[in-house]
């Protein structure tokens, strides 16, 4: 009684908001509910402000219930899809994830744009945009403002993407195979793969579509990969200080209840009705989560981080997409 009592009131507030962040994406697919849950969350926070009693459950909703959403899209996810497509996306994928990581380091640093918020950005792009983000957020202990910075600056891309990509398919001439697997390589929220792969044919849509489930499961790899680095480098301060860490604490155990998840999937316990439904809840947890974490931004730190951020994403997006071609075009796929 006394946690429900301490967390309720956030929880709901971000309830409220989620819901309303729905419908408006409802109306306006191309935005999308979980952009509408931060922008509403943001514009919430900084005016009205945070009711009193709300804090706790605020944190709770952002931290917590983010984990949740990622396991529940684990139960939505076959690895049988992924298996038959991923090898022949496979030269593809890495090729686009190492292009994303080393030119959002690289670009980072020369932009002096924090690390953690170049980590965001870099996940976000190289994989699957909010559900990426949302992954390693908790392992690298990111800031809700850099969280909300990173996830608008690759929906921004995204809207891009879809009125884009499918001129510049027709320019160069790409096959239905061709743009289905580019577009599921370099673009990075799914809905966004769908709309911009299906207005360019039947067959780009669905080949594209399961592209992109191949990509989300590099969630897993590169979230672990993420906890090694984070439990090294805190392992190199701790010799400093004579203290130890565990990495037991750090590792991100969310991780492997989605790929269990995906495996109770994969062998059929989960059947076909209850994959969709935990694709829509893992869909609602994240803009519930993404609205708690919009109320927990401040809008002016925000703004002090400047417009290089914007300009790292743009970098970075660019690159994965002219490495998606490029690695097509030497592989002999186009």
Not at 132 to 139: D, L
Not at 164 to 173: C, E, K, Q, T, W
Request: proline share 3%; glycine share 10%; with cysteine.
């Amino acid at each position: 009684m006394a946690w429900i009592k301490e967390n309720i009131k956030g929880i709901l507030l971000s309830f409220v908001i989620a819901l309303t962040a729905v419908f408006l994406g409802m109306l306006v697919p191309i935005v999308g509910g979980a952009v509408f849950g931060i922008l509403l969350g943001i514009l919430f926070g900084n005016t009205i402000g945070r009711p009193d009693g709300t804090a706790h459950g605020i944190q709770f909703t952002s931290k917590k219930v983010l984990q949740w959403a990622i396991i529940a899209l684990g139960g939505g996810l076959s690895l049988k899809q992924v298996l038959a497509t991923g090898m022949t996306s496979l030269y593809v994928m890495i090729f686009t994830l190492s292009a994303a990581f080393i030119t959002a380091y690289l670009f980072g640093r020369l932009l002096k744009v924090p690390l953690k918020l170049t980590s965001l950005i870099g996940m976000g792009t190289a994989i699957c945009g909010g559900s990426a983000i949302a992954a390693i957020s908790p392992i690298i202990e990111a800031e809700d403002q850099d969280i909300a910075y990173a996830i608008s600056t690759v929906f921004m891309f995204n809207v891009i993407a879809i009125i884009v990509f499918p001129a510049l398919g027709h320019l160069m001439g790409l096959s239905q195979h061709g743009f289905g697997l580019w577009a599921g390589t370099a673009i990075n929220d799914t809905s966004s793969v769908v709309a911009a792969a299906y207005s360019y044919g039947n067959d780009a849509g669905a080949y594209a579509t399961i592209v992109k489930l191949t990509r989300t499961t590099m969630i897993i790899p590169i979230s672990l990969i993420f906890a090694a680095v984070v439990f090294f480098n805190r392992e190199k301060d701790a010799e400093k200080k004579h203290v130890h860490y565990s990495f037991v604490k750090i590792f991100p155990w969310f991780i492997l209840w989605f790929l269990a998840a995906s495996l109770l999937n994969t062998t059929g316990i989960i059947g076909p009705d209850a994959a969709k439904f935990c694709t829509e809840a893992g869909k609602f947890m994240i803009v519930l989560a993404l609205s708690a974490i919009g109320l927990h931004s401040d809008f002016k730190k925000m703004m002090k981080t400047g417009l290089k951020p914007m300009l790292l994403g743009l970098i970075v997006w660019f690159a994965v997409a002219l490495t998606g071609i490029m690695v097509q075009k030497l592989t002999g796929q186009l």
